[in-house]
């Protein structure tokens, strides 16, 4: 069974970091690219990032660019992303994803890691 | 960006009734579109990808049409489990975007 289970959500002040992980089994992790999506109440889903499957490619939302970090350590089975100068408007559920390809939908997703950014 | 938009964002339903959703793309996106639900507290499930392709192990009922800028998601007979939120993504070019939702809720 696909799993994927997030963590590293937590309540950071503006222009402070956060790193989270995202531990995936029940697939052979290295075989696929994989995704940061983030839901606001108000903005609705936003794709955030993604990477390939040896991590030498990675794609950004702008927003997020120069910012945020997205890798992976395909030993650990794990999917990271660091988060730099945040701001109140990276508040968000933080959803990591499995991706079928290099620019596709994502078939499995996990139970998300609440990040709120306030003082 | 391509912008999404879904119509519309709230619709209320019977169970046995058939639902339809819209979703309409700001510039071409081939077929390059997926669905999801997704519940309360709980992450995206995919249903339909590439238009009209259904994920594995998503009811028949469900089924997804169009291509270009004009995509519906079609429930053939709403079923108690369907009460849900329900997004379009289009994934023809980056960034990746979705549609702001459509809720289906129990009339």
């Known amino acids: 069974e696909v799993q994927l289970v997030e963590s590293g959500g937590d309540l950071v002040q503006p222009g402070g970091s956060l790193r989270l992980s995202c531990a995936a089994s029940?697939?052979?992790?290295?075989?696929?690219?994989m995704t940061w999506v983030r839901q606001t109440p108000g903005k609705g889903l936003e794709w955030v990032a993604n990477i390939g499957q040896d991590g030498g490619e990675e794609n950004y939302v702008d927003s997020v660019k120069g910012r945020f970090t997205i890798s992976r350590d395909n030993a650990k089975n794990s999917l990271y992303l660091q988060m730099n100068s945040l701001r109140a408007e990276d508040t968000a559920v933080y959803y990591c994803?499995?991706?079928?390809?290099?620019?596709?939908?994502?078939?499995?997703w996990g139970q998300g890691t609440q990040v709120t950014v306030s003082s | 960006d391509i912008q999404m938009t879904q119509s519309p964002s709230t619709l209320s339903a019977s169970v046995g009734d058939r639902v339809t959703i819209t979703c309409r793309a700001s510039q071409t996106t081939g077929a390059w579109l997926a669905w999801y639900q997704q519940k309360p507290g709980r992450a995206p499930r995919l249903l339909i990808y590439k238009a009209s392709n259904l994920e594995s192990g998503v009811p028949s009922r469900f089924s997804g049409s169009g291509s270009g800028t004009e995509f519906t998601l079609t429930i053939s007979s709403l079923q108690s489990d369907d009460f849900a939120t329900y997004y379009c993504?289009?994934?023809?070019?980056?960034?990746?975007?979705f549609g702001g939702g459509t809720k289906v809720e129990l009339k």
């Open positions: 994803a499995r991706s079928t390809g290099w620019r596709t939908y994502s078939d499995y």
């Open positions: 029940g697939f052979t992790f290295s075989n696929y690219w």
């Open positions: 993504q289009q994934y023809s070019s980056f960034p990746l975007t």
